[in-house]
């Protein structure tokens, strides 16, 4: 999958070309990391689960105490912003980030009343994946991040280098494991199935609440595939049937190779072509309104 970042984004109130975007180096996002975001998918022009997404994004700013109003009207910006870059009817994704704005450098909160930062981009998503229907390798390391995980954080550096691990050896993404099991995936949910059941960890301060992950225990109800919100251990890894990720950007991605092992007979197995099939009818109807 391919994504180029449109050339209109909104920023403080106005849609601008981005090449005319200002951020001060004062901006706590900038210095501290202090800020949260949401990528929201689009398909046909249409912001997919904008509900589900506008909830976290809220809920996320409430836990690092900036103040929720920071996330009015966001719909509407991420509309107008999809309408101006040209992608009415264009598959794309939406990158929010809402920071606690720019104040002179000091750990604590600055002066009541400084105006968060709020950034909007969009990016068109080009459909190739072949991963889809091929599966990507996958590789294990430490979960070094922090205790707050449920939080949608820009603080993702762990993430950022597990990931590029994961390049580094040639594959596609890196699985976190805290006290031997499968928290999540760098930037998606993991999920694997075990004798016909979808197994997932369960929600809590250790995974983002996933609105993909949501989406896809809903599809598990309707189609009859037992779910269990309960994790992966590796001890389990060389037993289960099939593994998958999934994310806004990457929807229901077969993991077909961890570490090196096949997952399975090493091939997408049948559970998730079910889920994809079942979420490519779901989007299908996004599209058509
Ligand atoms: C750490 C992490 N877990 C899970 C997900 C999947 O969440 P969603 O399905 O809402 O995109 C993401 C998405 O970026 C993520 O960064």
Redesign the pocket.
């Given at each position: 999958m391919t994504m180029r970042r449109a050339d209109t984004v909104y920023l403080d109130g106005r849609y601008m070309r981005c090449a005319e975007a200002r951020i001060s180096p004062d901006d706590r996002g900038f210095l501290f990391a202090d800020g949260v975001y949401e990528?929201v998918r689009v398909y046909g022009g249409r912001l997919f689960e904008i509900g589900a997404h506008l909830d976290?994004l809220r809920r996320s700013l409430r836990e690092i105490r900036i103040p929720s109003a920071a996330a009015d009207g966001i719909d509407g910006i991420c509309s107008g912003l999809i309408e101006r870059c040209g992608l009415s009817q264009a598959d794309a994704t939406v990158y929010v980030q809402i920071t606690r704005g720019a104040a002179p450098r000091g750990h604590a909160f600055p002066a009541d009343g400084t105006p968060p930062t709020v950034y909007v981009s969009a990016a068109a998503v080009d459909e190739p994946p072949d991963a889809c229907a091929l599966g990507i390798g996958a590789i294990l390391v430490p979960d070094t991040r922090w205790a707050r995980?449920d939080i949608?954080s820009t603080a993702l550096l762990p993430?950022v280098l597990a990931r590029q691990m994961a390049v580094d050896r040639g594959a596609r993404e890196a699985l976190f494991i805290r006290d031997g099991v499968i928290t999540?995936?760098?930037?998606?949910?993991f999920c694997a199935v075990s004798s016909g059941s979808l197994l997932t960890h369960p929600l809590g301060e250790r995974?983002?609440p996933?609105?993909?992950?949501t989406v896809v225990l809903r599809l598990c109800r309707e189609l009859g595939i037992p779910a269990v919100e309960r994790p992966v251990t590796v001890d389990s890894l060389s037993s289960i049937e099939e593994a998958m990720i999934?994310?806004?950007?990457r929807e229901i991605m077969p993991v077909t190779q961890i570490d090196g092992a096949a997952v399975g007979h090493g091939l997408r197995g049948p559970v998730t072509r079910r889920l994809q099939e079942a979420f490519a009818a779901l989007t299908e109807s996004a599209r058509r309104g």
């Open positions: 990528v976290r995980c949608k993430n999540e995936g760098t930037a998606s949910t995974i983002l996933g609105i993909t992950r999934l994310s806004t950007t």
